[in-house]
């Protein structure tokens, strides 16, 4: 089998949603105030959030995937920057505030408010729900944040981490679809 021909058959999609999922699981619990201080959130946000769905979505745009390769850029870049911000003002290089951040997470809802409208139109069902879960986690985060309601961050930390679980269920169905070459799993 040939380089080229491999990486035809390879789908980058679950790398992706592996990224998203993982991250939303530590970070979720994080906001929910489940685990402690944000190191891990923040490492989470470079790996997993950041590089992981970059790399899926540069992957997806040379494989002439449009949508996933806009998505999971979009995202990955999204979380680089995040965390560059957080990292800049843990130093005290960049004054960063609860309600700029909150911000920042409700414009990235209503993104992926348009993203959830093509997987619906695809009628990519667990796409689609992962990606409404998705933006009400933005939503509640953010405005929460904005407004400093500490109990919808934590509201908006659980529905992350339901997002994360759905995620990585997604993930896990397309990747044995994938490799077994039938439908096994609902995607």
Do not use: C
């Not at 003002?89 to 809802?109: D, F, P, R, T």
């Not at 339901?162 to 490799?179: D, E, F, K, M």
């Amino acid at each position: 089998m040939s380089a080229s021909s491999g990486f035809e058959k390879a789908v980058p999609v679950p790398l992706g949603l592996y990224g998203i999922g993982l991250a939303a699981v530590v970070l979720g619990l994080g906001f929910a105030g489940r685990v402690p201080g944000p190191s891990l959130g923040i490492a989470y946000e470079i790996s997993w959030a950041g590089l992981a769905q970059a790399f899926a979505g540069w992957l997806s745009i040379r494989r002439g995937d449009n949508f996933a390769g806009t998505v999971f850029t979009s995202y990955g870049m999204f979380w680089l920057a995040l965390a560059t911000a957080q990292i800049l003002a843990m130093h005290g290089v960049l004054l960063l505030s609860h309600k700029e951040i909150g911000l920042w997470l409700v414009l990235y809802g209503i993104i992926t408010l348009f993203y959830v409208v093509v997987a619906v139109m695809e009628r990519a069902v667990v796409l689609s729900i992962t990606g409404s879960l998705l933006t009400i986690s933005l939503f509640l985060l953010g405005s929460g944040m904005m407004a400093g309601i500490e109990e919808v961050v934590v509201d908006g930390g659980y529905s992350t981490f339901i997002t994360g679980v759905v995620a990585i269920y997604l993930s896990t169905a397309i990747l044995v679809n994938v490799s077994l070459g039938r439908r096994i799993l609902p995607e």
